[in-house]
């Protein structure tokens, strides 16, 4: 039985009727983000193939239904979960070399098409290889590091539009800017990068101290969401945080990481109600001894729980 809250089961079944792809209602979210955190998603659909996608978005436009894509990592799902068809696109993991340029699809992982590119002996997406995440998802966001973010490498972006048509996007016309993007609607589906030639045992280096420096200084042992909040302009999230001697901090199950103060670890079965306590808490403090406002890197979507009674 759906609950109250929940899309219209008939409804979601007739969208998704020609779809030939992986459904599941009320798929526990928890399952899905790199945080193990999150409710039902009214259903969660992994298409088989472009085609597959085109038949969701056009049946779920059918039936009034909105379509959710889901990268996983930097996100925090609610408890309540979210009502939507929810997507994930790891289906689509195919990369085409040219010359010095990958088109890849968007659901293959960013380490995994990091190491590709190696392989082909091409530089430039060495920062990659330890963000977690898709490449759909780092394209959202322009992930990256200190070293550099894919919208240094992108050319172009190809989208499925709401009625199910495949365009391709020039950069520019998609204003990235730190941990942003401005897209037009629709499903990014793949992208041009543009890499350069250089020698292995270079891209190898980069790509180990880049791993070396996370192992360091990063809590991966533990489920997280990636880095919390954007850094400052000039300054260290994490730096400021672990100022205010807040590392170890913990609401319910979550905490925020000895490791790193800009990380949220979820010790056990944290709840997303824990998490976002700790937030308001260090954004208070924040602002009240450092006068600084910090901007969320993660995103926060879906419900909150209702109560049963
Ligand atoms: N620092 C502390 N205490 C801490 C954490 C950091 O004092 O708890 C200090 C460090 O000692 C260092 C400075 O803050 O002097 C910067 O730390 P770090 O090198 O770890 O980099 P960061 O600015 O905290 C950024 C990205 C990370 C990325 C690393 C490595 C953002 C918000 N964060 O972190 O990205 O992995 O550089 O390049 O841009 C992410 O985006 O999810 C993420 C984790």
């Not at 929810?86 to 699809?105: P, W």
């Not at 070293?147 to 972006?157: K, P």
């Not at 990636?226 to 590392?247: T, W």
Request: proline content about 4%; some cysteine.
């Amino acid at each position: 039985m759906l609950k109250d809250s929940s899309l219209d089961h008939k409804k979601v079944r007739a969208a998704l009727t020609e779809v030939r792809g992986q459904v599941r209602f009320d798929e526990p979210m928890s399952r899905h983000t790199s945080m193990k955190i999150g409710g039902p998603a009214d259903a969660l659909v992994i298409p088989w193939d472009l085609e597959d996608l085109k038949k969701l978005v056009l049946g779920a436009r059918r039936e009034g239904i909105p379509v959710f894509l889901l990268g996983g990592t930097n996100l925090l799902v609610k408890d309540g979960g979210i009502r939507a068809i929810v997507v994930k696109l790891t289906r689509l993991q195919k990369v085409v070399q040219k010359g010095e340029s990958f088109y890849a699809e968007t659901g293959i992982s960013f380490p995994k098409l990091s190491q590709l590119a190696l392989k082909a002996g091409l530089s430039g997406l060495e920062f990659a290889c330890g963000i977690p995440g898709t490449l759909g998802g780092a394209i959202v966001m322009n992930a990256g590091t200190r070293e550099g973010e894919i919208a240094d490498v992108l050319e172009s972006v190809t989208m499925m539009d709401l009625d199910g048509s495949v365009k391709e996007y020039p950069k520019k016309d998609l204003e990235f800017g730190y941990r942003k993007s401005k897209l037009p609607q629709g499903i990014i589906v793949g992208a041009l990068l543009k890499l350069k030639l250089a020698p292995s045992e270079e891209i190898r280096a980069r790509m180990d101290t880049s791993l070396n420096h996370r192992r360091k200084t990063q809590p991966l042992h533990l489920p997280n969401a990636g880095c919390i909040f954007k850094n400052p302009v000039g300054d260290s999230a994490g730096r400021l945080i672990d100022e205010l001697q807040l590392k170890g901090r913990q609401v319910g199950n979550a905490r925020v990481s000895e490791k790193h103060a800009n990380f949220i670890v979820n010790r056990g079965k944290a709840t997303a109600a824990d998490v976002l306590s700790l937030i308001l808490e260090i954004r208070q403090q924040v602002k009240q001894e450092k006068g600084i406002d910090l901007d969320l890197e993660v995103k926060i979507v879906g419900e909150d729980k209702k109560n049963s009674s």
